[in-house]
């Protein structure tokens, strides 16, 4: 299926998997609204990426925002078709070391910003009775792992959110959730738990990083497919990586 003129929103869309996400989809024809806090970053990739695509400041976190992106999306491109609810943190650390400031942070941008974009346009797209809504997950959504307990959590809670989504949209709204592995990002960067980040660091230093373009290429994938088609889940990750 041609992306020519599909209207698609990226959350987190000024570096990393979301910036991919924006030029991919831009590339193929897209009106892209770039969705995040940088604005110099957004206004490069903007100047670059040209006059279809746009962007508006956008903290998740903060609910009215996100609504106000949405109504800024509308007005400009006449609809929302897509929504890539990609930004997100992932701090690390033991729980005892009691960073509860660093989890209530993963938590406000993991969880509620993915309900906050899922909330923004949701009502426009059933009332079209047309949308998808696309929610980057991580491998961790399946596995709890040590020094990733409040990152798991979030993540498993998106894989729950993105599942109760699709059951209650039945036949209006697709949804997919993309479980990343382990992808060349800024992630680990909000953390501040250098012995933590060091001991990752170490356990993965054989796994070959791969780019976010892997990631970009999947959200594609999932978009172009008939309108009866809705393509639910899908994990990329490196070949080599075990976990």
């Not at 990152?151 to 959730?177: N, P």
Request: aromatic residues 4%; glycine residues 6%; proline residues 3%.
């Amino acid at each position: 299926m041609s992306l020519e003129n599909k209207v698609v929103i990226v959350t987190g869309a000024s570096s990393g998997i979301g910036e991919a996400i924006a030029r991919e989809l831009a590339a193929a024809g897209c009106k892209v609204m770039l969705a995040a806090r940088r604005e110099e970053r957004l206004k490069s990739l903007v100047q670059e990426l040209g006059d279809g695509v746009a962007f508006h400041l956008t903290d998740v976190t903060n609910a009215k925002q996100v609504e106000e992106m949405a109504e800024a999306t509308i007005k400009r491109f006449g609809k929302i078709d897509v929504l890539v609810n990609n930004a997100g943190i992932m701090p690390v650390s033991p729980l005892i070391e009691l960073k509860i400031d660093e989890w209530n942070k993963a938590i406000d941008i993991n969880i509620r910003g993915v309900l906050h974009g899922i909330a923004a346009v949701l009502p426009h797209m059933n009332e079209r009775s047309s949308g998808h809504v696309i929610n980057i997950g991580s491998i961790a959504s399946f596995r709890a792992l040590p020094n990733f307990a409040v990152y798991c959590g979030t993540k498993f809670a998106v894989k729950a959110i993105s599942e109760c989504l699709r059951q209650e949209t039945l036949g209006k709204v697709r949804v997919t959730i993309i479980y990343p592995g382990a992808v060349e990002s800024e992630l680990i960067q909000s953390s501040n738990d250098e012995q933590t980040i060091n001991q990752i660091s170490k356990d993965f230093s054989e796994v070959s990083f791969i780019s976010p373009t892997a990631i970009s290429n999947a959200v594609r994938y999932a978009i172009e497919q008939p309108d009866e088609v809705a393509v639910n889940e899908i994990v990329v990750r490196p070949s080599n990586q075990e976990l």
